[in-house]
């Protein structure tokens, strides 16, 4: 269950200047942070495509430079390019680039070099998805649909998140490039949140076939599911980044957290997973902050 979409939104305004306010960051906190991120977004942003290197594998890959027997070259090429891909955003929002054709396309080049022949190009052939309710539009209406996004991202007055949501599907909903717009799509929405001072979010592969649905469901006309989708990834990532402030901000394995406590384990598990405590899965264990537990005790606890 998630929690509603006004009570996210509200999560999401609180803790984002939570974090406003403890900026500028100590640098080598963001480097960490700019690494994990970047191993976890490589990771599962692939992983949704169907690559089959493991966490720990893409870590070899991306920090040893070791190739993984049994795993393909595209593979391989898919972690490190993709990793380069999330360099190349991080770079472009302090440069504070605009996102453009020639973004746009640095960025698919980048991700898809020595994969595709087409690597940087928009398609100049029609395409089907296997699946998808609407096939993406004829080759020639690629440009117009494109220039329409890029001026409406520019223009439009809607809050970053769901504007974020707005630029994923519709970019997907496209399908500029012949491959590789699934990966491209994660790394704009990221893009744009981070040119707007939100950090960027991981679409973990497990949520996969959620994500798919929603994506559809944005197909169909009905976009708040992918939106609320998005905010929740949104959500999980600016508790990551407050946990580095240390003090009451830290996350603790809700075994942890339990202790000394009003509840036990077993009871916040189930408030975190019905969105009730804000809380975040780290390595399939969820954790929550003190100050976290304090704001569930005054909304919902015991009398």
Do not use: C
């Amino acid at each position: 269950m998630s929690p509603a979409p006004d009570m996210l939104m509200k999560r999401i305004r609180e803790k984002k200047e939570r974090l406003d306010t403890l900026r500028p960051l100590d640098r080598d906190l963001i480097l960490r942070l700019h690494d994990e991120m970047r191993l976890l977004h490589t990771y599962h942003s692939n992983a949704i495509e169907g690559n089959t290197l493991t966490l720990s594998e893409t870590k070899l890959v991306l920090e040893e430079g070791i190739t993984i027997g049994g795993k393909t070259l595209r593979e391989h090429l898919e972690a490190t390019n993709n990793a380069r891909g999330y360099d190349l955003i991080a770079r472009l929002s302090s440069e504070k680039v605009p996102i453009n054709h020639v973004t746009i396309q640095q960025i698919h080049e980048v991700v898809t070099r020595g994969i595709l022949e087409t690597a940087g190009q928009y398609r100049t052939r029609n395409v089907r998805i296997t699946g998808a309710p609407r096939t993406p539009p004829d080759w020639k209406d690629v440009i117009p649909g494109m220039d329409h996004l890029i001026d409406g991202i520019s223009r439009d007055d809607r809050p970053v998140v769901e504007m974020s949501a707005f630029l994923h599907h519709r970019f997907v909903a496209i399908h500029p490039f012949i491959d590789g717009n699934g990966r491209i799509a994660r790394l704009l929405g990221n893009l744009f949140l981070l040119r707007h001072g939100y950090p960027p979010i991981v679409l973990e592969q497990k949520n996969r076939l959620q994500y798919y649905r929603a994506l559809r469901d944005a197909d169909l006309g009905n976009p708040e599911p992918f939106t609320r989708f998005i905010a929740g990834a949104v959500s999980a990532s600016l508790t990551r980044y407050l946990a580095v402030a240390g003090g009451e901000s830290s996350l603790i394995p809700l075994r942890e957290l339990a202790e000394g406590s009003p509840y036990s384990q077993e009871y916040l598990s189930l408030a975190a997973r019905k969105g009730l405590l804000d809380a975040v899965k780290v390595d399939s264990t969820w954790h929550a902050s003190r100050e976290a537990l304090a704001r569930y005790i005054r909304k919902h606890g015991r009398k």
